[in-house]
């Protein structure tokens, strides 16, 4: 156990909807980051945050967008979805301290469109 | 921009065995830290080792060790001992260490390992 949570596991929807994909990192942990992982892109950086601000973006669609909470929690908001979305979606934490760089990662969600 | 190739798509490996995994990488970063993932077909992402590039020795745990050879930029993976859980998909990931922004994990394509009884 990573200590990094992810909610929901799995998720099937329909094109077109919106929904959003929940993580609270571990203990301590101020930064955040979302990937997406998909058969014909691998691993995919999307975007960072750090105790409260984007630091950093990656291959993010305009139609995704992504916050973090003053609780340290982050949401990853889909929107329009579309067939091509589907994959699957994780979060990581990191304390960025120095010698304590590792990126620990969520169990993921798994999300369908259909 | 950082770039990780791992060559080797997929390996059979023998129980009890050990097994070297290859990975290199390029980076402009001055510093930088390189990580082996673990994802089994359940799909988690699971963290082995970590090597900073400042490190003078390589990192060791448990049955991992990294076979890290700065100059050749190359940084592989050595399972000692193979056992049947050991099967799964394998990730070497990079990143810069640069404070707290913009550290993204960058990821080669993954070897597929299937341990034979």
């Known amino acids: 156990d990573s200590g990094v949570t992810q909610t929901p596991k799995h998720l099937i929807t329909a094109t077109g909807q919106r929904v959003t994909l929940r993580c609270s990192p571990r203990s301590g942990d101020l930064s955040v980051y979302w990937y997406q992982q998909s058969l014909d892109q691998g691993l995919q950086f999307l975007i960072q945050?750090?105790?409260?601000?984007?630091?950093a973006k990656g291959n993010i669609l305009e139609r995704f967008s992504a916050q973090q909470f003053p609780d340290l929690h982050s949401e990853l908001n889909l929107s329009s979805l579309e067939l091509g979305d589907s994959a699957l979606y994780f979060c990581?934490?990191?304390?960025?301290?120095?010698?304590?760089?590792?990126?620990?990662f969520g169990p993921g969600t798994r999300l369908l469109v259909l | 921009a950082q770039k990780i190739t791992q060559t080797q798509p997929g390996m059979f490996v023998q129980e009890k065995e050990a097994v070297t995994l290859d990975c290199t990488y390029d980076t402009s970063d001055p510093s930088y830290g390189l990580f082996w993932y673990k994802q089994p077909s359940s799909g988690e992402m699971i963290f082995l080792i970590y090597?900073?590039?400042?490190?003078?020795q390589n990192a060791t745990e448990g049955r991992y060790s990294l076979n890290f050879q700065k100059a050749r930029k190359s940084a592989n993976l050595v399972i000692s001992a193979s056992q049947l859980g050991d099967s799964a998909m394998y990730f070497c990931a990079m990143r810069g260490l640069r404070g707290t922004a913009g550290n993204k994990l960058t990821f080669g394509g993954g070897t597929r390992v299937l341990v034979k009884p």
């Open positions: 090597q900073g590039s400042y490190d003078q």
């Open positions: 945050y750090y105790n409260g601000e984007e630091r």
């Open positions: 990581a934490s990191s304390s960025e301290r120095v010698h304590q760089e590792t990126q620990y």
